[in-house]
């Protein structure tokens, strides 16, 4: 996951209006000083998914944030892409972000690309960051 998270639970429960729900995984970000609620979904991002995360940020916010802390953010980590879902329900100013999963490896080709992609990527982001430096 990177640097600065810490594992805080799996499969938090909560009680909302006498109903339980659970959060698959709760993370804190050190740096970013804020919880992660992470949520798990087999198949594609569905419009559902946004209010069940939503909840669950609110909820965390109110009964879990510390002073000092920043607000919650969300990850739907799904096993299909729905690129134009996400656009249209503009996520990001939720908070909310969605990543694929993958449940198998592609063909070794395809793998190798998208290996490769991910290290150009991260090399331009630290290219970035020392220019910020």
Not at 11 to 35: N, S, T
Not at 41 to 63: M, S
Not at 104 to 131: G, N, V
Request: charge should be positive; proline fraction near 4%; hydrophobic fraction near 35%.
């Amino acid at each position: 996951m990177g640097k600065g998270f810490t594992f805080q639970e799996r499969q938090k429960v909560i009680e909302i209006d006498g109903d339980f729900f659970k959060i698959d995984l709760l993370m804190f970000h050190r740096k970013l000083r804020c919880m992660i609620a992470i949520e798990l979904k087999k198949g594609k991002f569905k419009a559902a998914d946004k209010g069940q995360i939503e909840l669950y940020l609110r909820w965390l916010e109110k009964h879990e944030m510390q002073p000092g802390e920043n607000p919650p953010i969300g990850i739907v980590l799904c096993s299909e892409k729905s690129d134009e879902r996400v656009e249209l329900l503009q996520l990001e100013k939720s908070g909310i972000r969605v990543s694929q999963f993958i449940t198998e490896l592609p063909p070794k080709e395809i793998f190798q690309k998208r290996l490769h992609d991910a290290i150009e990527r991260a090399r331009e982001k630290e290219t970035s960051q020392k220019l910020l430096d």
